[in-house]
């Protein structure tokens, strides 16, 4: 009897595994919480932004190229997320090859601002105050997420970790 209930699919989880708790919260920022973070951050970048094109010699050009970083990383985050919420094989591996690329990304972006735009002097402190913040909720989103993937229960028993 027990063979037969080893064979069949998992169609009730056990207390403490599938797509509940944490996890569900995880697979919503990734899959719905990312892009609509992101999209807001475009558009208020750009906004504050576009004023300074003919100031700020190479912003209108790191603007795109950040663009594209960061609509390369919705779109991972959201395989990442649709992967852990319907359970395939590989998806925790997925979803924390997204966390370091989305922390690569970060590094790049920010040594990119240095690299591609003409800061004028007077708008250093400013910025940097900024950068820092950012790289500040990065690194505890990072933390946060990567930290759950790796000690969590749920994680554990919904992937069947041994």
């Keep these: 009897m027990s063979e037969e209930i080893e064979s069949q699919d998992r169609t009730v989880s056990a207390p403490g595994e599938g797509i509940g708790g944490w996890l569900l919260v995880l697979c919503i920022v990734l899959t719905i919480g990312t892009p609509f973070v992101a999209a807001h951050n475009l558009i208020s970048n750009y906004q504050q932004a576009s004023s300074e094109f003919d100031y ?83 690194l505890i989103f990072f933390a946060v997420c990567y930290l759950y993937l790796t000690r969590s229960k749920r994680v554990k028993a919904t992937y069947l970790f041994p």
């Design 56 to 138: 700020v010699r190479g912003l209108e050009e790191y603007l795109f190229f950040v663009t594209g970083l960061r609509l390369f990383l919705v779109i991972f985050s959201m395989h990442a997320g649709i992967s852990l919420w319907t359970e395939r094989p590989h998806a925790v591996r997925t979803a924390k090859l997204y966390l370091w690329l989305f922390l690569t990304a970060l590094m790049a972006g920010i040594v990119m601002l240095f690299v591609m735009v003409d800061w004028p002097e007077d708008r250093m402190e400013t910025l940097l105050r900024e950068v820092a913040i950012e790289v500040g909720q990065s």
